[in-house]
């Protein structure tokens, strides 16, 4: 009975190990040498390590949370573009109009000026 269960204690036992061991490798054989560079504050604006409840200027989250989204809707692109031929001309009409809601919600963040940072 315990036989039929090994499969999947080996499996476990595997990606634990994949998990863990580059963990411990790049702990011990990675130099530890911190510098002003690396300490700075990379992209978010504010300090690293200073009060957790300071506050943050939102436009970075708002710049964030638009590239996603229009970075996703254009991740639809590609397999689209892989069935084209199966789907003919309903499925390029279909994405055309998906494209122009695209353009249309991207010109309309630009003209209100969510994408400056002044």
Excluded at 29 to 37: G, T
Excluded at 73 to 94: D, R, Y
Aim: with cysteine.
């Amino acid at each position: 009975m315990l036989e039929n269960y090994f499969p999947v204690l080996l499996f476990i036992c595997v990606g634990l190990a994949v998990g863990v061991m580059p963990l411990i490798l790049g702990r011990f054989a990675a130099p530890h040498r911190p510098d002003s560079a690396k300490l700075s504050p990379y992209e978010c604006g504010f300090e690293a390590f200073e009060d957790a409840r300071m506050k943050f200027d939102v436009r970075y989250y708002l710049v964030a949370i638009l590239f996603i989204l229009f970075d996703l809707e254009i991740a639809f692109l590609f397999p689209w573009a892989i069935v084209l031929k199966e789907l003919g001309t309903f499925g390029f009409v279909s994405m055309m109009i998906f494209l122009a809601i695209l353009v249309v919600g991207f010109v309309y963040e630009w003209m209100k000026g969510a994408l400056e940072w002044e």
